[in-house]
């Protein structure tokens, strides 16, 4: 059960109640979608979050959900290579919700069109939670698909992970995923012992430019000023 998309669809419900006083026409929308947030948030497992080696001797870190260019990838290392299983595309995390925004937008204005972006909000999180399971249950983990992203920890050249985003250089490819709030303090250590000296924090590199900045003042001391004495 997902609770964020359960109370997401009772207080569309109950919204859509009180607008339907003053405008019964737009009932034909509001309720239909309120009933499915509420349904989805019923049927939807919430997500594993980060799991540290789970249960098997080739992965050392999981990650349920990472977006990489507007599209949701499960983030597998491995012992030698890094893994990005697409969950869903472009067409499920922005389109779908455009499209019931406009839906809603012709039923019930601005109140409408909020109504549809957050079912296509509710609606991805389901469909990629389902994905994620298909996944799991047919072992595809370690394997790369269609739409996957396959590269080679000899290939990459430089890992830097920065605030809640990781951003990959390679020799062939570079990109960039963001992580939800509290994903790259438990990454962080599991990283440092993929990567080693590949690998910088944020703390890393404000702690480099401090003391580069402490270096130049070494060096280029300010002149003594000259103090002459008060009368």
């Known amino acids: 059960m997902r609770k964020n998309i359960l109370v997401a669809g009772v207080t569309l419900l109950a919204t859509a109640l009180l607008f339907?006083?003053?405008?019964?026409?737009?009932?034909?929308?509001?309720?239909?979608?309120?009933?499915?947030?509420?349904?989805?948030?019923?049927?939807t497992r919430a997500p594993p979050g980060l799991e540290i080696q789970p249960e098997s001797a080739n992965i050392r870190l999981l990650i349920d959900r990472g977006v990489v260019r507007a599209s949701i990838y499960q983030l597998v290392f491995l012992n030698s290579k890094l893994i990005l299983k697409r969950l869903s595309s472009v067409m499920v995390t922005v389109i779908l919700a455009f499209v019931l925004a406009v839906v809603g937008l012709a039923f019930l204005f601005i109140v409408g069109a909020l109504m549809g972006g957050i079912t296509g909000f509710s609606l991805q999180e389901f469909l990629t939670q389902r994905m994620r399971n298909k996944i799991g249950s047919e072992m595809e983990l370690t394997s790369v698909e269609k739409g996957d992203i396959e590269i080679e920890y000899d290939d990459i050249l430089e890992v830097r992970l920065v605030k809640s985003r990781l951003y990959l250089t390679a020799r062939n490819k570079s990109l960039s995923a963001s992580f939800p709030r509290?994903?790259?303090r438990k990454m962080k250590p599991m990283l440092e012992s993929i990567f080693e000296s590949r690998f910088t924090a944020e703390e890393s590199i404000r702690a480099a430019d401090a003391a580069e900045k402490e270096n130049e003042k070494r060096q280029h001391p300010r002149g003594d000023r000259s103090k002459f004495p008060r009368r």
């Open 182 to 184: 509290g994903y790259s």
């Open 20 to 43: 339907g006083v003053s405008y019964p026409a737009g009932l034909l929308f509001s309720i239909p979608i309120s009933i499915l947030n509420i349904i989805l948030g019923l049927i």
